[in-house]
């Protein structure tokens, strides 16, 4: 068994991989980790549903998570994934009482979390990490402002491009020339974050299969000609 030491020192190296806590001295962020707590969660398993109380911010280890919101008529508003070592949710940050989207794991995850009050005093008493905290959202707004003004160009073909290139720089690994986007993606996903339906997402990939723009393994796509995206 290992002793407790041991077990801080392990959970203090987790966390500092998130930049988060980079301002933070070693020494400093040890005086936090019993407010701690580690956590796995199955695939399709929920994490907090929208208009739960917000009470705990989560570190994401390994994995994806997805955010869902949709409209009291049942209709999707929101769609959006989370990639291992970031901290969410990050909007409502001293301000919101509720989660405003549902946060799904789209794979297994492993990740810790934090009592949002906790989370936000430490904040109040370190000015580089809420200077981190408001860059950081800044980063966020612009990359949906960006988003959202791909998905309102007329043309449907172009919408599922657009997002697939969004896809591709928020999630994409490089692999030598080719990017790999891991995380598991359906058709459904890209049309709902495209604006457009899945029968047009199909058609457009299976195009851009046949024309070995990409190929998809296990729901993963995998990129082979990444400027293609980028000159549309």
Do not use: W
């Not at 979390?113 to 904040?123: D, G, S």
């Not at 723009?213 to 990444?226: L, M, Y």
Request: glycine share 4%; with cysteine.
């Amino acid at each position: 068994m290992l002793n407790s030491s041991v077990i801080k020192m392990d959970v203090l190296s987790d966390l500092q991989q998130f930049d988060v806590f980079s301002c933070l001295t070693a020494k400093k962020l040890q005086t936090y980790l019993p407010n701690f707590y580690f956590r796995s969660y199955k695939k399709n398993q929920c994490l907090f549903m929208q208009g739960d109380p917000r009470d705990k911010i989560f570190f994401l280890l390994d994995g994806y998570i997805m955010y869902e919101r949709g409209s009291q008529e049942g209709n999707m508003l929101y769609l959006d994934f989370i990639k291992k070592n970031q901290m969410f949710p990050y909007g409502g940050i001293f301000q919101d009482k509720v989660y405003q989207d549902t946060a799904i794991a789209v794979t297994d995850v492993h990740l810790y979390f934090i009592q949002t009050y906790v989370l936000e005093e430490m904040l109040k008493t370190n000015p580089r990490q809420l200077l981190y905290i408001i860059h950081k959202l800044s980063d966020i707004l612009n990359l949906h402002q960006k988003r959202v003004q791909r998905i309102l160009i007329p043309n449907a073909q172009e919408r599922v491009l657009h997002t697939i290139q969004f896809l591709m720089e928020d999630l994409g690994v490089k692999d030598g020339k080719e990017i790999v986007i891991p995380c598991p993606l359906t058709a459904i996903h890209i049309s709902k974050l495209s604006g457009t339906t899945r029968e047009t997402v199909s058609l457009l990939i299976n195009q851009l299969k046949r024309e070995r723009i990409i190929s998809v393994t296990s729901k993963k796509i995998r990129i082979h000609h990444p400027d293609y995206f980028k000159e549309i």
